[in-house]
């Protein structure tokens, strides 16, 4: 039992940002004498979801009706609602289920642990934070520099750098949902680094909507920061999620190409082959300014791992705006595409749009793209058999005993024959088969 005798559960759905916002919160509870549990044993459940797509948020809503049973014999758990998710629909979940009661967005993370502790100790209360101005960031600092950050993966690591977007892409909820673009502070940044990096962590990946962007708003830019984090010592890899094509610029591309520890690997999503769609969707870039961009930082950084995000069925979308993004598939051979088949997000300016798309021409329109990028994945990966790769291990494989999976610099999953003792290790690895969605290796 903790030193307080309370009993917490955290249930994540969606992105790594929630897992990160969660991670945080865990930490501080604990550090409070909470004690982590097990959903059936816990007082409170917070459950931190995702608003981006329509599916998430059913998933999150019969989540938290699963606990109207045991509510109704014992009056436990007590739920927190948090995340993308509760800045949409937080308001119902209070009024509809007598158990909720916290709700508060990804931009009142440093509110959670005081509002979760006084839920839990005046179990009347109810606490809605959702209701201020979506310019303001509660960051949450830790008390000490010694504190371990709570993570499942014990040598990678993810670190926000900010919070929030403005860019407003007229299909997106994050603008709305996560606030405006506020920075981080350069110094918080570094110390958790740092922090991360005396705990073991091999690996760092940079955090935002946008990372782009970063420092706009407090005179820095994100070049000068990946730089000086993959400067820090003891760090041997950096990566950074997710760019923005207008605000990926060659000074970016430069520190990646210029310094060892930032892994060549990059996803930057392009959402449409056609300038047309890339227009409604307020992207501020061509799709020939995209290509550009691509082949510079290709010139530049060899070997370059390059995903991209794709929609296909988005309002008004003609078979020839549709043909245009198979194209730049196959003009760009992408190592991987996250594709998705349009879905409304109300409140968006694409919600009302003219010229909305049949459900089922959307996904027959996905199932054509998938099955082009799946063919063009699997020539590209079968190129790499016989190479050989650095490869940080990871974990077990999820399938066959003895097997483990690490990642190349590119970003690349490699499953291979070897000792648990290796994982958190670097290891040389030849690959020797090759699949759509991963490598087949033998350690060299
Ligand atoms: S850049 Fe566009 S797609 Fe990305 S979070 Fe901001 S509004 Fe959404």
Redesign the pocket.
């Known amino acids: 039992m903790g030193g307080n005798g309370k009993k917490f559960c955290v249930k994540v759905y969606g992105c790594q940002m929630n897992v990160y916002d969660a991670d945080r919160v865990r930490t501080v509870l604990c550090s409070r004498g909470w004690e982590e549990v097990q959903e059936d044993e816990a007082d409170v459940i917070m459950i931190t979801g995702c608003s981006v797509r329509a599916k998430a948020e059913q998933k999150v809503w019969s989540e938290i009706g699963l606990y109207d049973p045991s509510w109704k014999k014992s009056q436990r758990p007590l739920v927190a609602l948090t995340g993308c998710i509760a800045q949409r629909i937080g308001v119902n979940a209070l009024n509809r289920f007598p158990y909720v009661r916290l709700v508060a967005g990804p931009r009142h993370i440093g509110l959670l642990p005081d509002a979760i502790e006084q839920i839990a100790s005046h179990p009347k209360s109810r606490i809605n934070l959702l209701d201020d101005d979506p310019k303001e960031f509660h960051s949450l600092n830790f008390d000490s520099d010694n504190i371990t950050i709570k993570r499942d993966n014990k040598h990678k690591a993810y670190v926000t750098i900010a919070h929030g977007?403005?860019?407003?892409?007229t299909?997106?909820?994050?603008?709305y949902v996560?606030g405006r673009f506020v920075s981080r502070n350069p110094e918080d940044i570094f110390s958790e680094c740092r922090m991360l990096i005396d705990d073991g962590v091999k690996e760092i990946t940079l955090l935002g909507?946008?990372v782009n962007s970063y420092g706009k708003d407090i005179g820095l830019n994100f070049a000068w920061l990946l730089e000086k984090v993959a400067r820090l010592e003891g760090i041997k890899r950096v990566r950074f999620v997710?760019s923005?094509p207008q605000d990926f610029t060659g000074d970016i591309v430069d520190v990646m190409a210029g310094i060892e520890t930032v892994c060549p690997s990059l996803n930057l999503?392009v959402?449409s082959g056609s300038t047309r769609i890339l227009r409604m969707m307020?992207?501020k870039y061509t799709r020939e300014e995209y290509i550009d961009k691509v082949k510079m930082t290709r010139e530049k950084i060899p070997g370059l791992g390059l995903t991209t995000d794709l929609i296909v069925g988005f309002p008004g979308e003609t078979e020839e705006d549709f043909e245009d993004s198979m194209s730049l598939l196959s003009e760009i051979r992408f190592d991987l595409v996250h594709s998705a088949a349009y879905s409304e997000r109300e409140g968006t300016p694409a919600a009302t749009m003219e010229g909305a798309l049949p459900v089922e021409l959307r996904l027959e329109r996905l199932n054509r793209l998938n099955e082009l990028q799946d063919s063009i994945t699997l020539g590209i990966n079968k190129a790499l058999t016989g190479e050989v790769f650095e490869i940080l291990v990871d974990d077990s494989a999820p399938k066959g005993d003895g097997l483990l999976q690490g990642r190349t610099p590119s970003d690349k999953v490699v499953i291979f024959e070897g000792s648990k003792k290796l994982l958190g290790q670097f290891v040389k690895v030849r690959i020797t088969e090759a699949e759509a969605w991963c490598l087949h290796g033998e350690l060299v």
């Open positions: 977007c403005d860019n407003f892409c299909y997106c909820i994050v603008p996560r909507q946008n997710t923005l999503p959402q307020n992207r």
